[in-house]
């Protein structure tokens, strides 16, 4: 096999691999002659080096999601804003990729809150995706790069899930069930931070069931919908403030 198809498989498996749930371990990793990297927590070859900030916090210092969440609120804010990224969705992506586990790292090797793959954070300059503040904004560029190169929320977390390439191909959300349940998932996330469906405590105002949202185009269209998120982050698309 050539070095640009063992390069190749490498990269297929770790897409294969994305949808896999964190887990919690001291994690090494090595690049190999070919350029691609490997990681394990059994570390069998001298080449393994440990990830920094990857081992587990020691015993009795586990942290709900909640309190985890208020620890990072000042930096979701602070990025959110900078790169004009509604900071509910940003809340509702480290929900449903990490639960604010900042040491997080899935067995395809995405790293931290936002689970970005070394590939991702090599694109956006993330030295050290371990780094909370280093990981919320490498992953809120990110997701502001998919979100103003489709125009619209559910196919930028799709994009975010599965890939660019994969919503180009499919021109929608991939028929992957993982990638189906994830976009559901953060968007269940999005509505309770951002007020519009309840159940989020703190981190959201009351809203009624079924309340409906109006949305107005550049052109003057008006929309009346149960089921905003879609249109939160659509430019052309703006919010009216509800009587």
């Not at 498989?9 to 770790?14: E, F, V």
């Not at 020691?58 to 620890?71: I, L, Y």
């Not at 004009?84 to 067995?107: H, P």
């Not at 009624?208 to 698309?237: H, M």
């Amino acid at each position: 096999m050539s070095a640009s198809l063992r390069v190749g498989a490498a990269l297929l498996a770790i897409g294969l691999l994305a949808a896999a749930a964190p887990v919690r371990a001291t994690v090494y990793s090595f690049v190999d002659e070919n350029g691609v990297t490997h990681y394990t927590n059994v570390p069998s070859d001298p080449r393994f080096r440990k990830v920094p900030g990857s081992a587990p916090p020691p015993a009795g210092r586990s942290r709900s999601g909640s309190v985890a969440a208020e620890k990072y609120e000042a930096e979701i804010a602070r990025c959110a804003d900078n790169q004009g990224v509604d900071s509910a969705l940003v809340k509702a992506v480290i929900k449903a990729e990490s639960n604010y586990d900042n040491r997080a790292i899935s067995r395809a090797g995405a790293q931290g809150l936002m689970q970005l793959m070394p590939a991702t954070s090599k694109l956006r300059n993330v030295d050290n995706p371990f780094n909370p503040a280093q990981n919320i904004d490498g992953g809120v560029r990110h997701l502001k790069h998919l979100l103003s190169t489709f125009g619209d929320t559910t196919l930028a977390l799709a994009a975010y899930n599965a890939g660019e390439n994969a919503v180009r191909k499919y021109n929608g959300v991939p028929p992957f069930p993982e990638t189906k349940n994830y976009v559901t998932t953060v968007l269940s996330h999005y509505g309770r931070y951002s007020g519009l469906v309840p159940g989020a405590g703190a981190d959201a105002a009351s809203a009624p069931d079924g309340q409906i949202q109006t949305f107005v185009s550049a052109d003057g269209t008006r929309v009346f919908t149960n089921v905003p998120w879609k249109y939160l982050e659509v430019p052309g698309w703006r919010r009216e403030p509800t009587p």
